[in-house]
């Protein structure tokens, strides 16, 4: 009777023992199913946070206003100026005038832009420079009168920084500026390779140094059989006095980047990359993206408007203007300022140049003051002055070439 007490609890005590392994085995199956669903739930509410805040906002157009404005951009030019048969054009080596010329569209364009066409066209009857040129590349640039301005932000104004503080600039002799930021197809008639990360022979040359740019000049020079520094590029007073062409608001538009759209390429207009020049509207004075695309590289310095020493950090940086196709629509405004040490580059960065005009072709009643323009050396001289430097950016722009 023992034996079969003892086999019925054994049993029993068997039978207990798989029912609490089976119930341990279903709890566990059910905990491991919770947690797998729980995992689930935080990769969804991760991949959602990452399409609202992230993928969405990068790849989804987002025009400043309700208005698509890309869509169907209004016309660059409204009619043609009468056209220009002065002779003065055939004594500015290797320039052609361009005749007749547009008349840049106005229709949304901020206050002081129609004085600022009707001053650039009084001064091309006065002295008798063509408004606009073109060099045997095809190269076209649009005449700059001298004049008065205030460089730049007002304490209001959204998005300034302390380096912006108001200040009158004078702007005492014309130049010409290049209507387009140089293009790569451009680029490449002079140089051996196109560096631009993004192709398109119209679209601006990127991925240049400072440096790069004065090996262009100087080619450039060379090509158009005048003397270095004919060609170069621009200060950064001239930069902004071209780029507001007779504004005082944050962009040649307005105070708002409501309209930006129609001027620039910038963050909330482009999935990713530049454009081809000249797809938007240009300012009263024929000049083309100097909002947004790429930034573009000045002649001088970076400094401080009131002149006190620069920290040691800035020594030696270029000032770089207009914003490019991935900052906001702030950092495109006219005052705006940036800088990058002379061997930097990028995908974001290009230029536009200048071109001189001899002082006996526009002789004024008072005489201007000497020109204040500081060109630097040509290239090979300036390089050998730092060629540590120069040697270290081509060897990394070399390796980063080879990575991809």
Same mark, same amino acid.
């Given at each position: ?17 798989? =029912? ?25 509410? /991760? ?9 969405? @906002? ?11 404005? *890309?869509?169907?951009?209004? @016309?660059? /030019?409204? #009619?043609?100026?009468?056209? +220009? *048969? ?41 002295? +008798? ?17 001298? #004049? ?10 959204? #998005? ?54 004065? =090996? ?17 590029? @621009? ?11 007779? *504004? ?6 307005? +105070? ?13 207009? *482009?999935v990713y990359g530049t454009e081809p020049v000249g797809k938007r509207l240009p300012n009263a004075w024929g000049l083309f993206n100097m909002h947004g695309n790429v930034w573009e590289w000045c002649l001088t310095q970076y400094y401080k408007y009131d002149s006190s020493p620069v920290p040691d950090e800035w020594r030696g940086a270029r000032a770089i203007r207009g914003g490019n196709w991935q900052t ?12 990058? #040490?002379?061997?930097?580059?990028? +995908? ?6 200048? =071109? ?19 060109? @630097? ?28």
């Amino acid at each position: 009777m023992k034996t079969n007490s003892d086999d019925i609890k054994k049993r029993a005590k068997n039978f207990l023992s798989r =029912r609490h392994l089976a119930s341990t085995h279903k709890k566990s199956r059910v905990r491991f199913k919770l947690r797998v669903l729980i995992w689930v739930v935080e990769a969804v509410v /991760f991949l959602a946070v990452m399409e609202h805040f992230v993928i969405a @906002p990068a790849l989804k157009y987002e025009p400043s206003s309700g208005k698509d404005y *890309t869509k169907e951009l209004p @016309p660059p /030019f409204k #009619g043609e100026m009468e056209k +220009n *048969t002065s002779s003065t054009a055939e004594k500015l080596k290797g320039l052609n005038r361009v005749s007749p010329v547009g008349i840049p569209n106005l229709e949304f364009a901020a206050e002081g832009s129609t004085e600022a066409l009707d001053k650039q066209r009084e001064y091309s009857r006065k002295t +008798n420079l063509p408004i606009e040129v073109v060099n045997t590349m095809g190269m076209r640039f649009r005449l700059i009168p001298p #004049g008065t301005y205030t460089m730049g932000s007002p304490p209001d104004e959204e #998005g300034r920084n302390k380096t912006e503080p108001p200040h009158e600039v004078r702007i005492p002799h014309p130049f010409y500026m290049s209507i387009h930021e140089v293009t790569q197809g451009q680029w490449d008639t002079l140089m051996d390779s196109d560096p631009s990360y993004f192709e398109g022979k119209q679209r601006p040359v990127e991925e240049i140094t400072w440096y790069d740019c004065l =090996r262009f000049l100087e080619k450039l020079c060379k090509h158009e059989n005048v003397e270095w520094g004919n060609y170069r590029l @621009p200060t950064e007073q001239e930069w902004e006095y071209s780029c507001r062409a007779g *504004t005082s608001t944050a962009f040649v538009c307005g +105070n708002t980047a409501e309209k930006l759209n129609l001027y620039a390429v910038y963050k909330k207009v *482009t999935v990713y990359g530049t454009e081809p020049v000249g797809k938007r509207l240009p300012n009263a004075w024929g000049l083309f993206n100097m909002h947004g695309n790429v930034w573009e590289w000045c002649l001088t310095q970076y400094y401080k408007y009131d002149s006190s020493p620069v920290p040691d950090e800035w020594r030696g940086a270029r000032a770089i203007r207009g914003g490019n196709w991935q900052t906001k629509a702030v950092e495109c405004r006219s005052a705006n300022r940036a800088r990058l #040490g002379p061997t930097s580059h990028g +995908n974001v960065l290009g230029f536009r140049i200048v =071109r001189e005009i001899p002082q006996e072709l526009y002789k004024e009643t008072a005489p201007p003051p000497p020109r204040e323009v500081n060109t @630097p050396p040509p290239p090979a001289e300036l390089l050998n002055r730092t060629p540590e430097v120069e040697q270290k950016s081509e060897s990394v722009r070399a390796e980063e070439k080879g990575a991809q």
